[in-house]
């Protein structure tokens, strides 16, 4: 009776995470819709990174979803814009130059498409620590350029579970088009930021061995 009970329980959690991670979703389209996408959706996206990071950190409370998500969406709302663009504007240079250089003939302009082709993959993976940085911590964009580029070298595992888990989610979304107006964007999200927290939590961890051990103070990442 008790293992029923208590089975019972998780599959109500588990029930009710999905349900929010779908209302999160909803929310995310209607608030990047309310700035008529191009200022919407930098921050209708921070302020659904922000919810699913209270969702997992806070996992048995009630999180007030609609009050922190238009909350963190006018707070967030220039700049978030600011920064997304500046990151969308770094990917789109590297993304223009494999298309510029696969138009081209010869050997150099594989190698540079290649090279192209490389640097818009970091790119991308720097934005994936980016913004679950940017809801969790607060600091300076530089600072917030030089962990997130840090973080996907120096945790390979976590980087490649973020980048693949996107392919196979965004497939599996293809082949089920109904289910892309709850979960097109904050299935994605609650993965990256559950990966990412993690990461975090094993980066404060080590930082507290190594501030323990040393003679010369602080240490930073």
Sequence with gaps: MMETKGMLSGIYRVSEKVMMIAYTNILWILFSLLGFVLI?????????????????????????????????YKQE???????????????????????????????????????SAGLLLVSLAVVLYFIPLYVH??????QYIKTAFLLTFTHPIQTFIMITSGA????????LPGSLFFFSG???????????????????????????ESQYGEYSI
Excluded at 137 to 142: A, C, D, E, H, V
Excluded at 202 to 210: A, C, P, T, W
Aim: hydrophobic content about 60%.
């Design 40 to 72: 919407g959706i930098m921050p209708a996206t921070a302020a659904m990174f922000a919810v699913m990071r209270k969702l997992i950190m806070e996992d048995e409370e009630e999180v007030p979803i609609f009050n922190l998500f238009w909350n963190k």
């Design 168 to 175: 196979v989610i965004g497939f599996i979304l293809l082949l």
């Design 77 to 115: 709302f220039v700049k978030a814009n600011l920064y997304g663009y500046l990151l969308l504007l770094v990917a789109a240079v590297f993304l223009l130059d494999v298309m510029l250089f696969q138009s081209l003939d010869g050997w150099p302009f594989i190698f540079l498409s290649i090279l």
């Design 186 to 212: 904050s299935l994605y999200c609650f993965i990256v930021t559950k990966t990412a927290l993690k990461v975090f939590a094993h980066v404060e961890e080590q930082k507290e061995v190594l501030e323990g």
């Design 137 to 142: 911590y607060n600091l300076s964009f530089f």
